[in-house]
């Protein structure tokens, strides 16, 4: 009789976790539908510092020649929040060389959102986050933030490093020192161009942005979403009034 109790109790746990794990799966689903347009594709033109006048002077009227996409998210109307990196204009030898320039080669950056020039106006990089504003407009509602997820908490990141909406789901693995920054880390797969996605759990609140990737031990590195809170609060707080 006990080792018919056990075995009952052991399989009531199961379905339960089963159903646990069942009900988070349908809430991200939702969360990434819901959440899905306030994800936005970051177009970044870089090219040479200090160029001669003629060459600037062609640079003015030519068309917009992107060279490169990373992912932003809404936090305002017109206010869309992303990683400094991306907007700082710093790229390592690889990438430069992908792109035709030399390795000691400095770069700037000109950035655009839905083909329209955005201005940076408000950095942090030891967080790594920058925020732009943009010359069109929609009404957003703002984000909420999550200070303190759980271990193994289910994630769910919505990038768009081009035309298309691409979700990963993960979940949590706790806090990260890396380079000398605190980050949170995530099992979730990352790559090129997510720099700047939102990452949410289950309630819809955002866990903290994609920073970059540790290829080494498989995991995102993310900014926490309370320092992201923060940041946008400071911008608030001194953002001039109209």
Known sequence: MPSRVHRLGAVLTAL???????????SLSKIAKRNKSHTTTIALEFYKKNRNPMMRALAAVTAITPNGHATGFFV?????????HVVSGRLNAQKKHLLGFKADDELEVRVYVNDCPAKVVKVDPAADLALLRICSSRQVERPTFHAEPSQDEQLLLIAQPGGEKMIRRGSFN??????????????????????GSPVYNDQGEIVGVFSLYDYTRGVA???PGIKAQQFLADYDANAPTH
Do not use: R
């Open 76 to 84: 305002d109307d017109d206010l869309v929040m992303t990683s400094y």
């Open 221 to 223: 590195l993310l900014c």
């Open 16 to 26: 339960l976790l089963l159903a646990a794990g069942s009900s988070a799966q349908d």
């Open 174 to 195: 706790g806090p990260y020192a890396f380079g000398g920054a605190e980050y949170y880390s995530a099992k979730i797969d990352g790559q090129d161009g997510f720099s």
